[in-house]
């Protein structure tokens, strides 16, 4: 899908222009969306989405002091020993190079201080700017799909937002280019049911 799409991913919260970054799982998720926005930013997409799909998938492990008994993670600190491992191991999984390795790792943290670094003090201020751009209601998670919103809450559970989500890109895709029979695989199976209509 990503040789179909510009996907973009920006978070909620807020900068207080005090070094304090505030959301509502606390420092850690700062730094998890640091992370995040640090990987697009110095890897093409399909490894950036691999990393974050990762870094989600192992969210308990980088809040391991707060975790709550529903498995979300509470309000932390930023811990390096929680996300060193897993930020090295999603590293792996999305395929990064050393180089790109080390961009993400230069980019998240100050190898001084220990802290955010500039550079992703900055993504995560322009990320949260354009969440509330985006997003004045608030909605809490959300794709915009050209200018179609689909908002998770609106689908009774994750894997029925994939699929929403998937059939919108493909259908944008496949009316901006109706002349085009190579869509992705995945979209294959929504072509079909498209062209017939």
């Avoid at 390096?80 to 180089?99: K, R």
């Avoid at 790109?100 to 100050?110: K, P, R, V």
Wanted: contains cysteine; charged residues 20%; aromatic residues 10%.
């Amino acid at each position: 899908m990503f040789e179909i799409t510009n996907m973009n991913i920006n978070f909620i919260g807020d900068w207080d222009g005090t070094g304090k970054c505030s959301t509502f799982h606390g420092e850690s998720d700062c730094y998890a969306d640091t992370y995040n926005l640090c990987g697009a930013a110095v890897a093409p997409a399909n490894k950036s989405w691999a990393f974050t799909h990762c870094m989600y998938a192992n969210q308990q492990a980088l809040c391991a002091d707060t975790v709550t008994d529903d498995g979300e993670c509470g309000a932390g600190d930023y811990h390096a020993e929680y996300f060193d491992p897993v930020v090295g191991n999603c590293s792996d999984i999305a395929e990064f190079t050393s180089q790109e390795y080390s961009d993400l790792s230069a980019c998240a943290i100050d190898a001084d201080t220990g802290t955010m670094a500039q550079e992703g003090i900055d993504l995560l201020v322009n990320s949260f700017k354009t969440s509330t751009n985006d997003n004045p209601s608030p909605m809490d998670m959300w794709v915009a799909v050209g200018n179609h919103y689909l908002v998770s809450t609106n689908y009774e559970n994750n894997d029925d937002w994939a699929i929403a989500v998937r059939d919108a890109v493909c259908a944008v895709y496949q009316m901006s280019n109706p002349n085009d029979d190579s869509l992705p695989t995945i979209c294959n199976p929504f072509a079909t049911t498209a062209k017939k209509n």
